[in-house]
């Protein structure tokens, strides 16, 4: 998935460089399925290490970090043995500093360092962790980048349904479950018209007496994020639309969620799959009588078959059963196993009249294959063989045991609870985020260990409730480690088929501080804008207000519609020229493309004469201090326009006017700004002293220094 944060990226390999005294710095993203490596991001004059360079992965040191959790380091290749290593003599890096990026639980690729030149001494506690940050602060931003792709394209997909859509298409409120709009094809579906359609609950759409069950699905393709495609319930049976007439249609749902408007919706795309379900039931009652016919049968006299089925023939390769008649059992197995059988099977027949167990069967064709085999003595010297190909299950134990693997691996804490809630099975990462050595320590406990009493009977009365409802819950909890000590988390908890649970974990509270962090500061901030002399807006780079203060608009409704909408549709609002809106937005998205400072003069007609605005957009950058452009700033200066008074000469557009400071026509001396009064201060302003971090520091942190380098470009 492509990034969209380069710039900030090739900033972070600076950054690196710079603290770690090297020569280049670069972002690699890394293929394990086709072995590649490709540089993303870098600085630095190396040849082969600039942004789209690609390489096999092999001949590169980014390998050795793959299989090891550490960051890799090397001083001295020469002295440290490295020089017949292809990566060396690719890249001829004497020093080299690296670490994995993991995004979303997996290798993503890696951030490293190096020089030419030998490192004088190796890497200290300080700069392990500044490299491990900063490969974890990449992988926020990927994460983050990853779920703004994801969004934007379910508000793209969204869009084009509301345009076109040959399907029926219903949307519903997922706070009430109402519904809020449906098209046409809807409509001729349920047989009423979008306007009665529209307020019912998303209930009414399906059986009478069956609200319940559709409601828990409703609620399972509505979870965040979620983009699901149903047609039929865990145990198989179809989902149905009830017409107003009492018609049951089968149908399948496409379901997604998008924000409108502030509010969490629900689109669901209808599909009409009557002939679907009736050529799904023809297939199911075919698959039922060749399951049925699975097992070859066969019947033997003295050793011989006087009796087989086609499927016991096909299975062991003859294109025909009326081959095998007359023949003896031994045909079908090789010398080995004849002996085997003949040693282990058959005195067990003369003692106990059956046998079952596994048995290599062999083919004409020399391959051989792993078989169930059940023999029952009707008579004597008559036999009964059931026969069943056992291949498809030795390929899905392999493939159990390869997803065993890969939970042990995982970074998230996973864990198997049975019906009792006892601890079954958990892999090492979720014996660390409790702060235990070995998961043994936590195999055989039950799972209320984990938590604390309180937490516990929460857990039992949501968690555990949705469980027996719906199968599975998401939600966040607080765990207690070994030590006593809690922590956040987010808790996935699934029903298996056989009733037992699995539990995912993943430590947040990294993520947490980050929110609180952010709210604090970001609360902060508002209220310094807000208490601001000057009226000023920040808007998005496609002209959309961000943020107004009071002084912009004084009305607090109006100040609530105008996030979101543009100076154009604003202007429309107020019964205002819609060009005036128009040439807002045009010189609002210009400083944002452009990045320069746009300023331009409005004459308007007001009940107090008529007045002129001087208005000044400036480009700042985000909170995370990126080069992107995406937001802006409105200053508005204004003065009465008097009888043979023209406007303000251009002259007069300096810093002072900008601020409004300068003085209006006829030398009236403005008021002055409080970033320009020599005792303007926190007090004159009266605001709450900002709360920076748990200690009372001074909050360094890249959203906060990038909301100060908002301030300071305030003009």
Same mark, same amino acid.
């Given at each position: ?26 972002l ?79 290798v ?6 190096g ?37 934007d ?101 496409s379901?997604a ?15 009409d ?50 081959v ?6 031994q ?63 030795r ?25 009792a ?43 555990m ?14 765990g ?65 207000y ?6 912009s ?23 205002v020229?819609?060009?005036l ?22 004459r ?21 201090? %990126?080069?992107? $452009?995406? /937001? #802006?700033? !409105? ?6 326009? *008097?009888?043979?008074?023209? &406007?303000? =000469? ?16 006829? %030398?009236?001396? $403005?008021? /002055? #700004?409080? !970033? ?6 926190? *007090?004159?302003?009266?605001? &709450?002293? =900002? ?25």
């Amino acid at each position: 998935m492509a990034c969209r944060r380069g710039n900030g990226f090739g900033l972070s390999c600076r950054q690196g460089v710079d603290r770690f005294g090297v020569e280049v710095g670069f972002l690699a993203q890394i293929d394990l399925a086709e072995s590649t490596h490709r540089t993303v991001a870098a600085v630095g004059a190396h040849p082969k290490l600039q942004k789209g360079a690609e390489a096999d992965l092999p001949d590169t040191y980014c390998r050795e970090l793959i299989t090891q959790s550490e960051a890799l380091s090397i001083e001295n290749a020469e002295e440290q043995g490295w020089t017949t290593d292809p990566a060396y003599q690719t890249y001829d890096l004497s020093c080299y500093l690296g670490t994995k990026i993991i995004v979303e639980g997996r290798v993503y690729g890696t951030v490293c360092f190096g020089s030419r030149k030998p490192r004088s001494a190796p890497l200290g506690p300080g700069d392990e962790a500044a490299l491990e940050l900063l490969a974890q602060s990449i992988g926020r931003v990927l994460e983050q980048d990853r779920r703004e792709q994801k969004t934007d394209a379910i508000r793209d997909k969204y869009e084009l349904l509301l345009e076109a859509a040959p399907d029926p298409v219903i949307l519903a409120d997922i706070d009430t479950g109402r519904l809020v709009e449906v098209n046409q094809k809807a409509a001729e579906l349920i047989g009423a018209s979008e306007e009665k359609i529209a307020g019912r609950h998303q209930t009414d759409l399906h059986p009478d007496g069956e609200a319940g069950r559709y409601r828990r699905l409703f609620q399972a393709c509505c979870r965040p994020g979620a983009e699901e495609t149903v047609r039929h319930f865990e145990d198989g049976s179809p989902i149905y639309v009830q017409t107003d007439d009492g018609e049951e249609i089968p149908v399948e749902i496409s379901a997604a969620t998008v924000e409108v408007g502030g509010r969490q919706i629900a689109v669901g795309i209808f599909r009409d799959i009557t002939e679907q379900e009736k050529r799904r039931r023809t297939i199911e009652s075919s698959l039922r009588a060749i399951e049925e016919a699975a097992d070859g049968i066969a019947v033997l006299e003295d050793g011989r078959y006087v009796y087989v089925d086609e499927t016991h023939a096909d299975m062991y390769g003859f294109e025909s059963a009326e081959v095998l008649l007359g023949a003896s059992w031994q045909r079908l197995y090789d010398a080995d196993e004849v002996a085997r059988l003949e040693e282990e099977v058959f005195p067990t027949l003369e003692e106990a009249g059956h046998w079952q167990g596994e048995v290599t069967g062999s083919r004409p064709d020399g391959t051989t294959f792993p078989a169930a085999l059940s023999l029952t003595v009707v008579s004597e010297g008559r036999l009964v063989c059931t026969v069943r190909d056992m291949t498809d299950r030795r390929q899905k134990e392999r493939a159990l045991r390869h997803r065993s693997s890969a939970m042990e691996a995982a970074s998230d804490g996973i864990a198997i609870l049975d019906e009792a809630g006892t601890y079954r099975y958990v892999n090492q990462a979720h014996a660390s985020i409790y702060g235990y050595d070995a998961p043994g320590a936590l195999v055989g406990r039950s799972w209320t260990a984990c938590y604390e009493e309180a937490e516990q009977q929460r857990l039992e009365a949501e968690a555990m409730a949705a469980l027996e409802e719906t199968g599975d819950w998401r939600g966040e909890a607080r765990g207690v480690r070994e030590d006593g000590s809690s922590f956040p988390q987010e808790l996935t908890l699934t029903v298996l088929e056989d009733g037992s649970i699995v539990c995912v974990v993943r430590d947040i509270t990294a993520r947490k501080e980050d929110e609180r962090e952010l709210r604090s500061t970001k609360q902060y901030y508002e209220q310094i804008l807000e208490k601001a002399v000057k009226d000023l807006a920040v808007f998005k780079p496609d002209g959309r207000y961000e943020f107004v203060n009071k002084q912009s608009v004084a009305d607090p409704e109006l100040r609530e519609w105008i996030i979101g909408h543009t100076n154009l549709e604003y202007c429309r609002k107020r019964g205002v020229d819609p060009e005036l809106g128009r040439r807002r937005d045009r010189a609002i998205r210009t400083a944002a493309e452009e990045q320069r400072t746009t300023q331009f003069e409005e004459r308007m007609e007001t009940p107090d004469g008529v007045r002129h605005f001087l208005r000044t957009h400036k480009p700042i950058t985000d909170v995370e201090g %990126g080069g992107d $452009p995406c /937001r #802006g700033l !409105r200053n508005r200066y204004h003065r009465a326009e *008097e009888a043979g008074a023209g &406007p303000p =000469p251009a002259a007069r557009q300096d810093r002072g006017l900008v601020q409004g400071h300068a003085p209006g026509a006829h %030398g009236r001396r $403005p008021r /002055r #700004g409080f !970033r320009s009064h020599p005792r303007a201060s926190r *007090e004159h302003l009266r605001l &709450p002293a =900002p709360q920076h971090g748990i200690r009372g520091r001074r909050d360094h942190s890249p959203r906060a220094d990038g909301i100060r380098r908002h301030l300071r470009a305030l003009p």
